[in-house]
């Protein structure tokens, strides 16, 4: 396959050139697929609806990453024989992650029990809403007991800024410790979209130990990936 990596900067986007235009052009000069990350939620969509070729979201903004999503999907299931049943506990900054809202979809559509855990400035109560049965705590600890996979989101620091929960609260209130991952079942799976932060949402020995499967994520992206992009060439069988 011959790929072209095409980023804003320097590009004619930077220039003034529309998204929708550069979509044109791209299938001008013989783009069979585009696969987009994009800071605005809805580019991809809006590319897709005025394109003939198939369009991949690998991110819009804080709306969704949908391959993130069947990543993790897939992760879990090369360890569980079923999503259906299984509780699921996301914690972290839930209100600005696409990661999240891909993963809730996903999960609540193919029967997890899905948990919601953290400050209210990272999990406002309207976050209920965006699947049916979903369950929202402000205590760690509740979030974690019984679970079969805890999946961990990154903080940006730069987002507590202005907040009422500094950096030292949330680590003290919400960093998944050895001592809080007990409270979950023996065979409960660790699970982190990445980048992680030593010392902040987990410990080193949490990220290192054995239920984690943050790195096992990052290795299953590769064939996820190409069966995402088969089957929008329509060569998967």
Known sequence: AITTLIQSRGSSIEKGESLLDTGYTLRAVGADVIIIRHPNAGAPLLMAQHLDIPVINAGDGMHEHPSQALLDAYTILRHKKSLKGLHVAIIGDIYHSRVARSAIHLL?????????????EFLPEVAATLAPGL???????DAIRGVDVIMLLRVQKERLAGMKISLQDYIARYQVTMARLKLAKKDA??????????GLELTGEVADCPQSVIVEE????????????????????
């Open 108 to 120: 609540s559509k193919f029967g997890a029990m899905v948990t919601l855990c953290g400050p209210p």
């Open 135 to 141: 369950h929202i705590t402000r205590t760690v600890e």
């Open 189 to 198: 799976l660790l699970m982190h979209p990445g980048p992680i932060i030593r």
């Open 218 to 237: 990052v290795r299953n992206g590769v064939p996820v990936r190409m069966a995402i992009l088969a089957r929008a060439l329509g060569r998967a069988r």
